[in-house]
């Protein structure tokens, strides 16, 4: 198992920039991919951003050029720096982990942008 805590949501003005954080604990070894996605009312859970263990990144175009995914592997965390944030940014933002064919999930993290 993989535990997932995220924090570092809130409210922000549009423009304004947040950074969030996700700490894994657990059985890490092995974690080939750690991602940030979002789920905004009604809608689907989508993917925002990922990293794999090689440091590979990729984003969603909607997010390309705004948003930057790390990880700091001594600390087994991941984040991701949201700057130049927009009303359509408002969502409940998760991070994940995936490990042996599954992701571990964590419970998610409000982050609403004010126009």
């Known amino acids: 198992q993989v535990q997932m805590v995220e924090s570092g949501g809130g409210l922000v003005q549009a423009g304004g920039s947040l950074r969030l954080s996700c700490a894994a604990s657990?059985?890490?070894?092995?974690?080939?991919?750690m991602a940030w996605y979002r789920q905004a009312p009604g809608k689907q859970r989508d993917l925002v951003a990922q990293i794999t263990a090689g440091d590979s990144t990729s984003y969603a175009d909607s997010v390309k050029g705004r948003f930057t995914i790390s990880r700091d592997n001594a600390k087994s965390t991941v984040y991701l720096q949201m700057n130049s944030l927009q009303p359509e940014d408002t969502a409940v933002y998760y991070c994940a982990a995936g490990r042996a064919g599954r992701y571990y999930w964590g419970q998610g993290t409000q982050v609403t942008v004010s126009s």
């Open positions: 657990g059985s890490i070894f092995g974690v080939v991919v």
